[in-house]
């Protein structure tokens, strides 16, 4: 049975690199729907049955973006098997802040950690093992450019996509912040197939499309903005400002703990 992945990531973490290595000729270029952002689609070319969808290059999922809006209608509409979430592996910290949003999307996820031919030649030491045993998710270290490990990526993209266990998200937030998740959380009732806690952390933020899109009666408005007030009130910050900042120091912490740099500060573009 076919397969269909999702390729996410920072722009010039190298997902077009990666899209023309897996693809070659079999890809077809159009439009998103209704917009003109480019949409690349394609078939593995050692495994037709592959699909691949190239996104559009996003540092995250908000409202903000057309291509931020591209990428998560397509994620929570179309619902590919599986992400691969490329990350360019020399700037690690800044690409998890979206690998943190794409989990919660209730979609099994797999990190290519790219460029290691750069990592390499810098004298970085990266544990990814132990990054996998922290956001509980596979990770794959690869060069889109040198053709390096890309089977292993495919094969592991499919294993986590036939897999049945349990999708566990990234656990990005003290237990303060997921305290107030869990209490919207508990007030929503969904149709679709769309984890609840991912509405719930949007509706946090006051996320513009996902409040027009949830259609809460006035009632359940009304508790939810009781809930955020509190939390507002008690971290002195908007709720969108209180999620971004639970995921830059839950990055930072992840880096921390895994990543060091061998010539300090020198990134793939260097
Ligand atoms: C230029 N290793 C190395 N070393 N470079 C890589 C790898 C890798 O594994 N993968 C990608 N790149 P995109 P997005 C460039 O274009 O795929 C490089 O935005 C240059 N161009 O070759 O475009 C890749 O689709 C001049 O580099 O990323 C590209 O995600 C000088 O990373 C860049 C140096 O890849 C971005 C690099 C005129």
Redesign the pocket.
């Known amino acids: 049975m076919g397969i269909t992945i999702a390729l996410a990531?920072?722009?010039?973490?190298?997902?077009?690199?990666?899209f023309n290595a897996l693809t070659g000729s079999y890809q077809y270029v159009g439009n998103w729907p209704g917009v003109t952002v480019e949409k690349k689609t394609g078939e593995y070319s050692k495994n037709r049955d592959i699909k691949i969808t190239d996104l559009p290059?996003t540092y995250s999922l908000s409202p903000y973006t057309l291509e931020e809006v591209v990428s998560r209608d397509y994620l929570l509409k179309e619902r590919p098997d599986v992400i691969i979430d490329?990350v360019d592996a020399t700037n690690i910290e800044r690409n998890l802040y979206l690998a943190t949003q794409l989990s919660e999307i209730g979609i099994p996820l797999v990190l290519a950690f790219?460029?290691?031919?750069?990592v390499r030649k810098n004298k970085d030491s990266i544990d990814s093992k132990k990054i996998e045993e922290l956001l509980n998710c596979r990770v794959v270290e690869?060069?889109?450019?040198?053709n390096e490990n890309l089977d292993k990526l495919i094969d592991v993209a499919v294993e986590e996509a036939n897999s049945k266990k349990k999708i566990i998200e990234i656990k990005a937030f003290s237990p303060e912040v997921e305290k107030y998740i869990s209490e919207i959380e508990d007030l929503l009732t969904l149709d679709e197939d769309i984890p609840k806690r991912w509405v719930a952390i949007k509706l946090f933020e006051s996320d513009s499309k996902i409040m027009e899109d949830a259609n809460l009666s006035e009632d359940l408005e009304n508790k939810v903005s009781a809930i955020i007030e509190r939390a507002e009130e008690e971290f002195d910050d908007d709720g969108e400002g209180i999620i971004t900042d639970e995921r830059y120091n839950f990055v930072t912490d992840i880096v921390s703990k895994t990543v060091k740099k061998g010539r300090e500060g020198l990134t793939?573009?260097d």
Do not use: E, H, Y
């Open positions: 990531g920072n722009p010039n973490s190298g997902k077009t690199t990666l290059g490329v790219n460029m290691m031919d750069v690869i060069s889109a450019i040198r793939s573009s």
